[in-house]
Structure formats: C-alpha cells, structure tokens
C-alpha cells in the first residue's frame, strides 16, 4: 500500500502524520519549528519524515504534500514570503526533495486546508466550496469545479484582506477595512479587552476571569464565558458571527459555493458564531 505524508509547516511547530489515499491519519509527529533559519526547517521537515518513514512498515512513500503558513508562487515551488517565518523567495519545494529524495507538492495552510475538506471533510459532497478560517487573522481557499482557485500569483482566495468597510480599521497588509479587522479571533480579543479596560459593568464576567488585566483576556475564555451563559461574551460572538456572514455573503455574490466550511479557532464557539453568521447570508 502506498502512503503519503502530510506536513504542516508554522510560526512555532511543524506537525506532520501519514495518511493513507483515503485520508485515514495512521501515525503522526511533530518538532518545534526553527523558525528563523530556511535550512534549519528543511532539515527539520526531513526528520519527521525519516521518522514517519520507519513507523510505515514498509509501505512505499508516495510523496509529501506540505502546508505552509505563507504565500505559495503559482507554481507551487517557492514560498514568496512568510509573516512569521524567515522565508523570502524560498525554493522550499526543491529543497524539500533535496532532503528527503522524495516527490513534494507545496500549497499554503488555507488551499491545503480547503483541499482537505473538499477531498475528506465536511465539504466532500460540494463542487464549489469556500474555505473560511478563523483565526489570528482571517484565511481561505476556493474550490470550484473541482479545482483550486490560485489566482495569476498564486495569491487568490486571501479573503482576509477583502474590504468590508471603507476607511475602516487599519489592517496589517497596509489597507484599512480588511475583513480580518472585524471577523477574526484577534478581533474578537480586542474587543472583549477594550470593554474590560472601560470597566463596563456588562464585562464583569470576563473581566473576573483575566483577574481585570485586559492583556490576559484570550479567545478562549471568551468562548467559555459564553457557553457558560455570559451575555457580553455572548455578544462578543455574535459580532464577530455577523461580520463573519457579512464577508461570506460577498463571497457568496461572486462565487456561488455550494457551501462554506469555517475553521480556526473561533469555530471552537460552534452556533454562538455560526447562527448569526447564517442569518446574515441571503437564503437562511
Ligand atoms: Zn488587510
């Protein structure tokens, strides 16, 4: 039997498993990303493969498909640039089969994700589906016809960098109103630390659970705040539900999905996101 392996390339760690052509996880391993230095990541990408390569009994490696968090070429070779990793016009797809003598597809996090729940996940049924991750910020991918949606550059589907309000807040890409400014988990933070700096009487919730140091405030606790009955929590999620929707119902103008999977860290609240985030789509 031939297996494959999967490998996620980030800031801080790089997790990696064996996967069968059904895309059955049969083993996994994981090393703390070197994040600063490229030959270092290769290296360290050839390690957990080595290591995935002995644990497979003897079945033949067909090839390793890698996700990276940066932004791929076209082709499907070189990572163009990573906000959190030192990689600035890196070959990494050659390098990669430099190191480990094997065949390597390379995609960013967001495709690769998208391609998963298209082939395996919760998208398998769609022709057409849009990825929607939500997290530190606000990431993609398009299938459409059964394809990924790359873009001339390979820089298609950054739906968080889609404008959703004019003149609104400054984005990190330089532009003001992007999407991730209102939808991400990042936003969500902010504005659950800006109610418990104000010391408003509604945060007192969370502002007992991060000891009334709005720094300490994470994601986290605010989904936990909400699930246990909080009411500005609750709020809290429903805001970001809403721009969430708002952004996917633009989306869904230009590239009529069949359906949309949302990912990332925000999901983990479930409907106190995804219930506003329905009613703001048209036909729901
Ligand atoms: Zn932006």
């Known amino acids: 039997m031939t297996v494959y392996i999967g490998v996620d390339i980030r800031g801080t760690k790089i997790a990696a498993s064996t996967v069968d052509s059904t895309g059955k996880v049969l083993d996994k391993a994981r090393r703390e990303t070197p994040a600063q230095d490229v030959a270092a990541i290769a290296n360290a990408v050839a390690e957990v493969a080595a290591e995935l390569q002995a644990k497979s009994s003897g079945r033949t490696i067909g090839g390793i498909g890698v996700a990276c968090a940066g932004f791929v070429d076209a082709?499907?070779?070189?990572?163009?640039?990573?906000?959190?990793?030192?990689?600035?016009?890196?070959?990494?797809?050659?390098?990669?089969?430099?190191a480990t003598g094997l065949p390597v597809t390379l995609d960013n996090d967001a495709n690769a994700a998208a391609w998963g729940e298209f082939k395996f996940g919760a998208a398998r049924e769609a022709k057409d589906t849009v990825m929607v991750t939500l997290g530190t910020g606000v990431g993609g991918g398009i299938v459409s016809q059964d394809q990924l949606t790359r873009g001339a550059h390979g820089m298609a589907a950054e739906i968080g960098h889609l404008r959703v309000v004019p003149d609104g807040r400054r984005c990190g890409c330089g532009n003001r109103g992007c999407w991730e400014q209102y939808a991400s988990g990042t936003a969500l933070v902010r504005e659950a630390r800006e109610m418990v700096a104000a010391q408003s009487p509604h945060a007192a919730e969370l502002s007992a659970l991060c000891g009334g140091?709005?720094?300490?405030?994470?994601?986290?606790m605010i989904t936990t705040a909400a699930k246990a009955g909080d009411q500005a929590s609750i709020e809290l999620l429903e805001d970001i539900g809403r721009w969430a929707g708002e952004g996917m119902a633009s989306l869904a103008a230009v590239l009529d999905p069949d359906m949309f999977v949302i990912g990332g860290g925000v999901s983990a609240a479930g409907d106190l996101v995804l219930e506003p985030a329905r009613a703001a789509l048209p036909d729901n």
Request: glycine share 6%; aromatic share 6%; hydrophobic share 40%.
């Open 75 to 98: 082709d499907g070779e070189a990572v163009v640039f990573a906000p959190n990793l030192a990689w600035r016009d890196e070959p990494l797809a050659q390098r990669l089969r430099d």
């Open 213 to 220: 140091d709005p720094q300490a405030l994470n994601g986290t």
